[in-house]
């Protein structure tokens, strides 16, 4: 069975604020790309059975600050 793609955009403010699923990571139980002008963020997910003695907690992700490619500090050399 082929994804189907599907792809929702809002605009909020200037800014045009797309996401999309069905294109990438078939393999994956869920996946979603997330664009805003020139950045993209791409998520999967996909689970398998529990094993026993394992913790399962949900994952949280809190994103504290953006910047923009320029103010990456560049990798030091070893």
Partial sequence: MKPELKRYSAVVGTRTFTFETGTLAAQAGGAVTFGVEDS???AAATMGGVREGSISSPSQL???SACTPAEIPAPSSA
Wanted: glycine share 0%; no cysteine; aromatic share 16%.
């Fill in 40 to 42: 993209i963020v791409f």
């Fill in 62 to 64: 809190t994103l504290k």
